[in-house]
Each structure stands twice: as structure tokens, then as C-alpha cells.
């Protein structure tokens, strides 16, 4: 990525003649799919959601069409009519996670819950173990968090992001990618991440290789003020991503300490990976990147995934209206409280899920990103770089990318063509580097950062 080329001193940086990301053709999947996404599709979700009275996780399933049982088998039969039979290709497969939760202090009587998984089988046997993942919490809460009865139509948190849940399914059903996309719609968040916590857990046990997680909570109401400016703010949604893993392993921290990259987690690396994707494919709604995990005394299900070692980011609007999120519907001195229907903006929510879709398509037809990516520091020289390359048999080449230390992202690339080395004439000590692998129809992977080895 070059966007950023302007602000620093190009001529100590710009390395050796021909430092250009290689010329790729441009896929044309990802514009088609982003066309195929419909906001009147994503308000009438958000108004069947809303229309399930609460989806409060420990509500009751004894009234015909309300409560989260109602919602969860609504869910289910939407994303089962997403079916295609699509010849020689693997079917679409959509499964509930039920499981025994114990008494935890927001559920202190324990109980089941469940969430609602549909899989898009990848397409390419070297690439279809790995899974990539859009996020969304279904249930919701009115004021008291405990309140199982009250209305909590919870349209922005979170019937938003389980719309476009749906609407992704929808599109991506009838064009599976390379790997493999699993859409997850979790309940028990506003109890404690817990059908997150269970889902992330299952997978770790199981050894599912999870690239990535998108997770999105609160993706459809653009108008709150944001850092004391007043909205609409249609053009930005916030995607968060943690920057030292929440759950190191073993040496792992004090090698953060010594390379200092602490900006450099898996995590961080999609979050860049979302903004290249925006530039790209010139997304009408962009990300503005944070770098912290989430909002203060604030927490979703990317962090459940997060703390089993999983990369996963959080997309959620750019501000807060207090008097809608976690309210109960009422009205006082002329002030709507409550979390409405009515303030989802679909055309933002349209935008979102656009932005969410197209990365997941570059994602998931991407090369995996190159394994064991290091800097060789055995000698004092500039920056020589190996790495293995990858198993999937349409990867044509790697790019080396570079930045400043102080840079949040990367400002430049080099092609160095369909190899496992590469020396450039730039100071190793100066800048941070990392490398990408490309395919020949144009998709790129997300970076690995290069660690040092002496060798
Ligand atoms: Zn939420």
C-alpha cells in the first residue's frame, strides 16, 4: 500500500529502483459481489429482528413468534434458503451450536445456548481447510441486563450485524470462494461472549485453521456524535484490532519486546489488510482503523476469539447514542429512548456489509500469507528476507513490504517474483518489513510480518 507515500522522506526509503507493488490484474469478483448486496434486503432483516419483541438470551419460548428461540429458528431458515446446487461444488451447510452453558454471573441459573452457523465450503482442497469468518451477535438486552420480558428490539446491537450476516450468505452462497467462509451468528454476547467464547474454544480443540474474524456489532446507525462532533458519519465505520495478542504463548512477548511489534499482531495485520481492501476497491463506506481492542468498558466476540489465539477485528460505527443502546423503549421530555428499527440507516449498513464482503472475497481467493517470513541477521548487512512459500498452486509471486517504524501502515512494496528470498537496499534497522504472497488472478494475502533469525 503506497497511500501514505508523502509524509516521510521518500528518498531514504524508496530502496531500490523499481520498489512497485507488481502489477496484478484487478479481480473482478470482488465489485460483483459488493453490486449484488441490497439494502432494502438488509432493512427487512433488521425489521424481522426487531419484530421478535427481545432476543434476550434467557427469554422465554413459550410466545408464538417472540423471544430469541423464535429469532434463532427464523435465522436458521433464512440462511438455509440461501441454498444453490451448484454442480461439483460442496453445499452449503448450516448447523446450530447448542451447548450447556454453567451458571455464569449474567446467567447465574446456567442453560443452553445456542448459535447458528452456516459454512460455504472452500473451493480449492489446498485452500479450503482455511476458514475466514464474518461475526455477529444475535440476541439483545433492554436496560437491565437481566430483563428477559421487556421489549429490546436491539436494531443497531446487533440486528445490524446479523443482517448482514444474511445478506452476505445470500451473494456469497451462489459463488464459493477458494477457502472456505463460515458466517456465525452467536447469542449469549450480552451475557458474556458466551456462545463466542464456546464456538472459539471448539474451534481451537478442534484445530480449525482461522485466518480471520470480522466481527460486526453495532454496523447500522452512522447519526450519533462522534468525539463530540455531531453526525451522520455514513463514510467511516471503526474497525478495532488488538496489538499484543491477548494470549501470548510462551516466549512469545518477549519477542514482541525485541523486534518492537507490538503493532504487528495477526490481528493488526487484517485490520491493514480491511483498509487496503477499501482502497482497492474504492468502498464508498471506509474504515478508520483503531488500534486497541475494543471501546472502553466495551467488549465483543472478537475478543473471544482473540484470547484462543485467533486474528479477529471489530467493525462498529463510528459513534454512540447512549439514550438507544442497552435502553428500554420509552419516551421522556420528547427523547425516543431505545434501540429502533427506525434508526438503522440501510444505505450505511449496505456500505458496511459491502466493505465486510469484498474483504472476505480478496481474503478467502487470496493465497495463505507466507509462513516463516524473517529478516537474516547474521550478517551486518541491509535487508536480506526468507520465507516459505505457499502450498496453493495458483500463487505466482511475493510481494516484500515495508515501513517506517513510527508508520501505522505499510508505504511501500516490491515484487520480487515467484521466490523464497529477497534483498533489498534498505536499512533493516529503520524500517519494518514483512511479506504477502499474489495469485495470478490478482488477489493478495494479508502480510506476515518477518521475525529476525540468525542464519
Ligand atoms: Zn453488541
Redesign the pocket.
Known amino acids: 500500500m503506497r497511500a501514505a507515500a508523502g509524509v516521510f522522506c521518500a528518498a531514504v526509503l524508496s530502496g531500490p529502483a523499481g520498489a512497485q507493488p507488481a502489477a496484478l490484474p484487478k479481480p473482478e469478483l470482488p465489485a460483483k459481489v459488493m453490486a449484488e448486496i441490497k439494502a432494502d434486503v438488509l432493512r427487512k432483516h433488521v425489521d424481522t429482528l426487531c419484530g421478535f419483541g427481545t432476543r434476550h438470551t434467557l427469554s422465554s419460548d413459550k410466545v408464538f413468534g417472540k423471544g430469541i428461540a423464535a429469532a434463532r429458528d427464523w435465522l436458521q431458515r433464512t440462511f438455509e434458503d440461501c441454498q444453490r446446487s451448484i454442480p461439483g461444488q460442496p453445499l452449503l451447510n448450516v448447523y446450530l451450536d447448542v451447548f450447556e452453558q454453567p451458571p455464569v454471573e449474567r446467567m447465574p441459573n446456567g442453560g443452553q445456548i445456542v448459535n447458528v452457523v452456516a459454512v460455504i465450503p472452500g473451493t480449492m482442497p489446498e485452500a479450503a481447510e482455511r476458514r475466514y469468518y464474518v461475526a455477529a ?1 444475535y440476541d439483545s438486552i433492554p436496560t437491565d441486563k437481566m430483563d428477559n420480558t421487556s421489549d429490546a428490539p436491539g436494531a443497531n ?2 440486528a445490524s450485524g446479523t443482517a448482514a450476516l444474511l445478506e452476505i450468505c445470500r451473494v456469497l452462497a451462489a459463488r464459493p470462494l477458494e477457502s472456505t467462509v463460515v458466517l456465525l451468528a452467536t447469542a449469549g ?2 451475557q458474556g461472549l458466551l456462545g463466542a467464547r464456546w464456538h472459539a474454544a471448539d474451534a481451537k480443540e478442534k484445530g480449525r485453521d482461522v485466518r480471520a474474524v470480522l466481527n460486526n ?2 454496523v447500522g446507525d452512522p447519526s450519533p456524535a462522534f468525539n463530540g462532533e455531531k453526525g451522520p458519519h455514513a463514510g467511516f465505520v471503526r474497525v478495532f484490532s488488538e496489538g499484543i495478542p491477548s494470549n501470548p504463548r510462551g516466549l512469545q512477548l518477549a519477542e514482541i519486546r525485541r523486534l518492537a511489534s507490538e503493532s504487528d499482531s495477526p490481528s493488526r495485520q487484517i485490520a491493514r489488510y480491511v483498509a487496503e481492501v477499501a482502497a482497492w476497491e474504492n468502498t464508498r463506506v471506509k474504515p478508520m482503523m483503531v488500534f486497541r481492542p475494543d471501546r472502553f468498558l466495551r467488549g ?1 466476540d472478537h475478543l473471544a476469539f482473540n484470547d484462543q489465539g485467533f486474528a479477529a477485528v471489530r467493525f462498529t460505527a463510528m459513534g454512540e447514542d447512549y439514550t438507544r443502546q442497552h435502553q428500554d423503549v420509552k419516551e421522556v421530555d420528547g427523547v425516543k429512548y431505545g434501540d429502533r428499527a427506525e434508526y438503522v440507516d440501510a444505505e450505511y449498513l449496505a456500505g458496511v456489509t459491502r466493505l465486510n464482503a469484498a474483504t472476505l472475497v480478496h481474503l478467502a481467493n487470496a493465497p495463505r500469507e507466507p509462513a516463516a517470513v524473517r529478516i537474516v541477521t547474521a550478517k551486518l548487512e541491509a535487508g536480506t528476507i526468507r520465507w516459505e512459500k505457499c502450498p496453493e498452486p495458483d500463487t505466482s509471486g511475493y510481494e516484500v513490504v515495508w515501513r517506517e517504524t513510527t508508520s501505522p501502515v505499510w508505504q511501500h512494496s516490491k515484487d520480487v517474483g515467484n521466490v523464497a528470498e529477497a534483498r533489498l537496499e534498505v536499512s533493516k534497522d529503520n524500517v519494518y518489513f514483512g511479506v504477502r504472497a499474489y495469485d495470478k488472478d490478482g488477489y493478495r494475502s494479508p502480510v506476515s510480518f518477518a521475525g529476525a533469525a540468525v542464519e
Open positions: 451477535h446491537d446487533n454476547e450480552e456489532d453495532i465483543g
